[in-house]
């Protein structure tokens, strides 16, 4: 049997941790920034755990 390969647009959005949560970035950061107040855009940055349902289907296409 092959070995399984990653999928990439899943390497490129999300990252688990040391603990094992897997975890993604926040969306409605990319453009159209400019009509965003500051808090709004500060509240938008860093990565939020994915949902349990969803964590273990990313889990599988992460097969390193």
């Known amino acids: 049997m092959p070995k399984l ?3 990439k ?3 490129s959005r999300f ?3 040391s603990s094992g949560k897997v975890m993604r970035h ?3 950061r990319n453009h159209l920034l400019s009509k965003r107040s500051r808090k709004v855009k500060r509240q938008l ?3 939020i ?3 349990l349902v969803d964590a273990k289907r990313v ?3 992460l097969v390193d």
């Open 45 to 47: 940055r860093g990565s």
């Open 5 to 7: 390969k990653t999928k």
């Open 15 to 17: 990252r688990i941790t």
């Open 59 to 61: 889990r599988k296409m």
């Open 9 to 11: 647009a899943a390497r």
């Open 49 to 51: 755990p994915l949902a």
């Open 26 to 28: 926040r969306a409605r």
